[in-house]
C-alpha cells in the first residue's frame, strides 16, 4: 500500500530551522514526483517546493525561495524539506504529497497525501 508519513515538526524560535522528512513506502521516490504543502489555521493548503523523479528537478515558490531546500535521499526512500529562518507567519501543518508532476511551473496535482507534521513558530 502506498504510504506517505512526514515528521519533523516542532515548535522553533523565529529565526530558527527545522528539517522535515517525508518517508515514503509502496512507492520508490527517485520516480515520482513529490511535493510539500502547508496549511495554516484559517487559510487554504498551498504549495511550498516540489521535486521531480528522475534528475531531481527542484521548483520553490517565490516566497519561500532562500530559505527552504528540498532534497531526496534516493537509499532511505525519503524526501526532506530543509526549513531555515523560520517566521511565525510559516505556522502550518505541512504535508507531503505524490504528484503528477514537479516542473518549473509548479506543482502538479496531488495523487495522495501523507498525515501531515505541525509547525510552530513563536517566541
Known amino acids: 500500500q502506498e504510504q506517505l508519513v512526514e515528521s519533523g515538526g516542532g515548535s522553533v524560535q523565529p529565526g530558527g530551522s527545522l528539517r522535515l522528512s517525508c518517508a515514503a513506502s509502496?512507492?520508490?521516490?527517485?520516480?515520482?514526483?513529490i511535493g510539500w504543502f502547508r496549511q495554516a489555521p484559517g487559510k487554504e493548503r498551498e504549495g511550498v517546493s516540489c521535486?521531480?523523479?528522475?534528475?531531481?528537478?527542484?521548483y520553490y515558490v517565490d516566497s519561500m525561495k532562500g530559505r527552504v531546500t528540498i532534497s531526496r535521499d534516493n537509499a532511505k526512500n525519503t524526501v526532506y524539506l530543509q526549513m531555515n529562518s523560520l517566521k511565525p507567519d510559516d505556522t502550518a501543518v505541512y504535508y507531503c504529497?505524490?504528484?503528477?508532476?514537479?516542473?518549473?511551473?509548479?506543482?502538479?496535482?496531488?495523487?495522495?497525501w501523507g498525515q501531515g507534521t505541525q509547525v510552530t513558530v513563536s517566541t
Open positions: 504529497a505524490w504528484l503528477s508532476y514537479c516542473s518549473g511551473i509548479g506543482l502538479g496535482r496531488p495523487n495522495s
Open positions: 521535486i521531480s523523479s528522475g534528475e531531481g528537478f527542484t
Open positions: 509502496g512507492f520508490r521516490v527517485p520516480y515520482i514526483a
